[in-house]
C-alpha cells in the first residue's frame, strides 16, 4: 500500500513546483519571476544604449511565467500536454536570441534597401520559424517528469542561448559598427541568459531537495 504518512507528504510538497521551502519561494514562483523581471527593466532603463530594448524585460518575464505554469505540480509527475506547449514557448522563444545575433552577419552584405528587406524578412519569418523548431523540440523532450523536463529545457535553450553569445561577441569584436550597435547585439543574449539563470537555479534547487 502507498505511504500516507504525514512525512511522506511534507517530503513531496517540498520538493514540488512553484511552491515554497521553509517558508521561501522556490527560485521559479511568481514572486522572484516578478523580481526578476523588475530588475531586468530597470537594467535596460538605466542604460542610454540599451533602453530601445527594455521590452525585453517583459518577455522574459512571460517566458519565466509559461515554464512555471507547464511545471507546476509533483516533480516526478509528467506534465500534460497544455503544460508541454507552455513548457514549449516559454523555452523556445529565449531561444530564438540566436536568430537575432546572425542578423547582423546576414545584413554586413546589404546595404540600403536591400538591407532592411532581410532585417525584415527575418523577423517574420526567421523568428517564427525558430520559435516552431526550438518549440516542437522541447515539446517532445518534455514527456517525462517534471524535473527531467526543466533539465531539457534549460539544455535546448542553453544550447541556443550559449551560441547567440558566440555569435554576438564574434560580431562585436569584427565589426566596425558604432560601439552601441555592438554593445546592443550582445544584449539580446543577455536578456535570454538572464531568463535562463533562474530556470537553473530551480533546477539545482529540485535536484537538491529530493
Known amino acids: 500500500p502507498a505511504d500516507r504518512s504525514p512525512r511522506r507528504s511534507i517530503d513531496a510538497e517540498h520538493v514540488r513546483f512553484g511552491g515554497m521551502v521553509a517558508g521561501v519561494p522556490r527560485p521559479l514562483s511568481p514572486m522572484p519571476i516578478v523580481i526578476a523581471g523588475t530588475a531586468a527593466a530597470a537594467i535596460l532603463w538605466s542604460s542610454d544604449m540599451l533602453d530601445d530594448l527594455v521590452g525585453g524585460a517583459a518577455v522574459i518575464t512571460v517566458c519565466h511565467l509559461l515554464v512555471w505554469l507547464g511545471l507546476r505540480g509533483h516533480p516526478k509527475a509528467t506534465p500534460g500536454i497544455g503544460a508541454r506547449i507552455a513548457l514549449a514557448l516559454g523555452g523556445g522563444i529565449p531561444a530564438t536570441s540566436v536568430v ?45 517528469g517534471r524535473t527531467a523536463a526543466l533539465g531539457r529545457v534549460v539544455a535546448i535553450s542553453g544550447v541556443a542561448i550559449a551560441t547567440a553569445w558566440l555569435s554576438a561577441i564574434a560580431w562585436a569584436l569584427t565589426s566596425d559598427m558604432p560601439i552601441d550597435k555592438r554593445v546592443g547585439i550582445l544584449a539580446f543574449p543577455g536578456i535570454a541568459t538572464w531568463w535562463l539563470a533562474l530556470l537553473i537555479a530551480e533546477h539545482r534547487a529540485t535536484r537538491d531537495a529530493a
Open 100 to 144: 537575432l545575433t546572425l542578423i547582423p552577419w546576414i545584413v554586413a552584405d546589404n546595404d540600403g534597401l536591400d538591407g532592411l528587406g532581410v532585417v525584415i524578412g527575418m523577423l517574420i519569418f526567421g523568428m517564427p520559424a525558430a520559435l516552431g523548431v526550438f518549440a516542437a523540440l522541447i515539446y517532445v523532450q518534455t514527456g517525462r
